[in-house]
């Protein structure tokens, strides 16, 4: 009897791991189809609050918008619009920015997958007099932090900080700010061409 109580639970177990399975098989994955002229993008965990970009070489944004529901995101774009050339679809996270490069030709995108890559933002937490700094940097890229001080009357910035991180995989540093009166401090991070900035 128990013998069959035990394979009846494998039975059920196995059931339930083979639907479960087959659903996650059937959810489409997230990235970009192609059809003519019609590119859709999809992200199937974005984030309300994140945003959607086309970039050209320069870096110039062509196109932006805020990603207004956390959940599935899809969208049609028609990019016949654009001159023939290369281009990118930014995904602008909490801690990442997904950089999607296409070209264009006579108004169709070409997408190589293994061009498309993931970008680690800073993160910045302050706590009392103490600033908090870590990075992801999977990249190898240096991060320039600079830390400025304005005196609540903004007549004078005065740099504080100005050093160059850099470390494999992880970046971590801890900042005292130095009691320099009322006023306010503002952290510049520079990395990889992209700079974030947050005042305290």
């Known amino acids: ?8 639970r494998k039975g059920f177990l196995m059931l339930a791991l083979f639907g479960t399975m087959a659903s996650f098989a059937d959810a489409p994955a997230d990235g970009i189809i192609v059809e003519g002229n019609n590119t ?22 062509l196109y932006t918008e805020t990603i207004e529901t956390t959940g599935r995101y899809k969208k049609n774009f028609d990019l016949s619009f654009l001159p023939d050339g290369n281009y990118m679809f930014e995904v602008d996270k909490d801690l990442e920015v997904e950089e999607i490069p296409f070209t264009l030709n006579k108004g169709v995108a070409v997408f190589n997958k293994s ?16 600033v908090y ?22 007549l004078n910035s005065e740099l504080v900080v100005s050093e160059k991180l850099s470390s494999e995989n992880k970046i971590e540093q801890v900042y005292k700010l130095a009691d320099l009166g009322r ?18």
């Open 1 to 8: 009897m128990n013998n069959i109580l035990k394979n009846t």
């Open 40 to 61: 859709t993008l999809t992200l199937n965990y974005a984030k309300q609050g994140s945003a959607v970009s086309i970039k050209d070489t320069n870096g110039s944004v």
């Open 115 to 130: 061009q498309e890559k993931v970008v680690y933002k800073p993160f910045i937490r302050v706590s009392d007099d103490l």
């Open 133 to 154: 700094i870590n990075k992801l940097n999977l990249d190898n890229e240096d991060l320039s932090v600079n830390i400025y001080f304005t005196k609540n009357n903004g």
């Open 183 to 200: 006023g306010t401090y503002n952290v510049v991070l520079s990395s990889g061409g992209r700079t974030i900035q947050k005042n305290i």
